[in-house]
């Protein structure tokens, strides 16, 4: 496993999250933006849990093919796949025009998947090695 590897892919995941979560409490909200937001740190979370098992992930946005990737290795991401199907509706085409509308319920959903997928025990447990390495040196 390469550490820093890991450590960048959550770093990026947690601002893609974090800006997403700081436009869901502006004044005038770009819904579509903040989907977008979470769909991009959904795939960095997943990305980064495959490098943390020495699997090169796939050149994909596609989020559920990602789940599944990660359900090889631990099938407790199985809990998550109706979340990465959701979400994976804003993964590229929500950047285009002509897109779809986006409700309130939709950015709560997402916000709350995002939260669900970034909160996994395995998620967690991959945070808490990287940080205590870091440590080490």
Sequence with gaps: MNIKDVKEWLLIADADFDSAKILNNAYKKHKEVICYLCAQAAEKYLKGYLVYNDIVPPKTHNLVLLCDKCIELDKTFSEIKMECGFINRYANEIRYPYRTEITEE??????????????????RSMREEITNSENDY
């Design 106 to 123: 939709d950015v709560s959903y997402v916000i709350n998947s995002l939260e669900k997928i970034s909160g996994r025990k395995t998620i």
